[in-house]
Structure formats: structure tokens, C-alpha cells
């Protein structure tokens, strides 16, 4: 009876051509997973580091910092890039994959919430964003200039793609970005906390009609589906880069 591996490749006696391709597929897996784990822990490093240097050396107030949703994605995409870490040690160990869609969703929402940070960051250099974000400081440099594009580029080209996502699916992924929404939303239009604390002036419920910040949350929803959909098509190409070339050893064993 013929072993057969993950690849689908004939791995008995008459396929050592094919053993070939085998194993270069496995150590590109390899190495595939190990940068991923890397990415992911210097991720949730700079994220402890953000969080300790705001509470410790800047003795700033968590509850206060909590308001802004670049420091909340910090900490989400933090936790979310240590998890993610495990999971792709566990992978490499195994030498296949123990990704569900949980943990796609999950990875999907901390790139798209550092999408949008990196948006507000391009655009907050125009006179079209009023809430111009301050990286002039470490901490703003982290949160905005070093941990979106490494959380992107990680999930675009490191994380294993589901395939094509369903019309509605790409919605599972704005989880985070719909909670933070809701709840700013709540505080901030209720009156439990007064419109003067608001961290983004769409919030500013005293001086806007309810429909303003309402509309502005339903953009930004709407914006946030998009990249998510673009993210999950760009992830389908561009993860499938490191196993480029395979097909033509795999031919090449087969002419010889």
C-alpha cells in the first residue's frame, strides 16, 4: 500500500523523485511557520512594551487610555499575535495545520483594525482627517508606524487562507472594530462619559446631531468589510508565494 503525506505525494518505495518535492515543500512549511511565529512574537512583544512604557514610565491612566481605539487594538492585536505564536509552533511541530476559522477570523480582525490605524495614519497627514494622530512619541511610533504594517504583512503573506470567504463572512472579521463602535458609542451617547473626553471628535455627541457619530460608525463598518474582503483575497495569492516553483521541481522529477 502506498504512504501518502499531506502533500498527496506518493511517499513508498518507488517515490523517491517525488520524496524530493515532498521535502522541499515541507521545509518551505517549515520555514513558513517558524517567520510567522517570529513576526507574531515581536508583535506581542512591542504591544507589552506599549502597554508597560503607557502605564509606567508615561503613569498614564489605563481607563482614560482605554478610550482611544489605537491603544485598544495594541493590546487585541497583542494578545491575538501571542496566540497566534502557540498556534504556529504547534503547527511547525506537527508539520501541519491546526488553523480553524476561529483563529482565521481572529488574525483577519487584528489586521483589519491595524489597516484602518495605518489609514488614519496616511490620511491624518491631509487636512481630510481632524483627529491627526501624534507619532511623534514611542509610543505613537509603535502603535502606529511599527505594529499595523508588521500585523498586516504577517497576515498577508504568513497566515493559512480558509479559501474564498462566503458573501457575509468578511462581516467575522470587523468583530473587533463593531465592539469598540458599540461600546464608544453607548458611553459617549448615553452621557455616562462626558462628550469633552471624547477621543475622536465623530464621538463629540454635545456638539453633533445623533445621526453624525451614528453615520460615521456605519462608514467606517462598511469601509472596515472592504479591507476585510481585500485582506482575505490578498492573503489566498500572496500566502502561496513561499511554495512558488514547487510545481516545476514536481514536473521536472516526473521527466526524469
Not at 106 to 113: C, G, K
Not at 134 to 152: Q, S
Not at 173 to 189: K, S
Request: hydrophobic share 50%.
Amino acid at each position: 500500500m502506498k504512504r501518502m503525506d499531506r502533500t498527496g505525494l506518493d511517499r513508498g518505495p518507488n517515490g523517491s523523485g517525488l520524496e524530493k518535492v515532498a521535502a522541499e515543500f515541507d521545509r518551505r512549511y517549515r520555514i513558513k511557520k517558524t517567520v510567522n511565529a517570529v513576526f507574531n512574537l515581536l508583535i506581542a512583544v512591542c504591544g507589552m512594551f506599549v502597554f508597560l512604557y503607557t502605564i509606567i514610565v508615561q503613569k498614564r491612566s489605563l481607563l482614560n487610555r482605554l478610550k482611544y481605539m489605537t491603544f485598544c487594538s495594541t493590546l487585541f492585536t497583542s494578545a491575538a499575535s501571542l496566540f497566534t505564536f502557540v498556534v504556529c509552533i504547534l503547527e511547525a511541530r506537527r508539520r501541519t495545520e491546526v488553523t480553524k476559522k476561529a483563529v482565521y477570523f481572529l488574525r483577519l480582525s487584528a489586521a483589519l483594525t491595524e489597516s484602518i490605524v495605518l489609514a488614519v495614519v496616511l490620511f491624518g497627514l491631509t487636512p481630510l482627517v481632524p483627529d491627526n494622530p501624534d507619532i511623534r512619541t514611542m509610543v505613537g511610533i509603535m502603535t502606529h508606524l511599527v505594529i499595523p504594517p508588521m500585523t498586516v504583512v504577517s497576515f498577508i503573506f504568513n497566515e493559512a487562507p480558509i479559501g474564498r470567504l462566503k458573501p457575509l463572512e468578511p462581516f467575522l472579521g470587523t468583530w473587533y472594530i463593531t465592539t469598540y463602535a458599540a461600546v464608544m458609542t453607548f458611553l459617549f451617547g448615553s452621557g455616562i462619559v462626558p462628550s469633552e473626553l471624547a477621543p475622536y471628535s465623530f464621538l463629540d455627541f454635545k456638539h453633533h446631531s445623533f445621526f453624525y457619530p451614528v453615520m460615521c460608525l456605519a462608514g467606517i463598518y462598511l469601509v472596515g468589510y472592504l479591507v476585510a474582503l481585500a485582506l482575505s483575497k490578498l492573503n489566498m495569492k500572496c500566502s502561496w508565494i513561499w511554495f512558488h516553483g514547487i510545481g516545476r521541481i514536481a514536473a521536472a522529477e516526473k521527466d526524469s
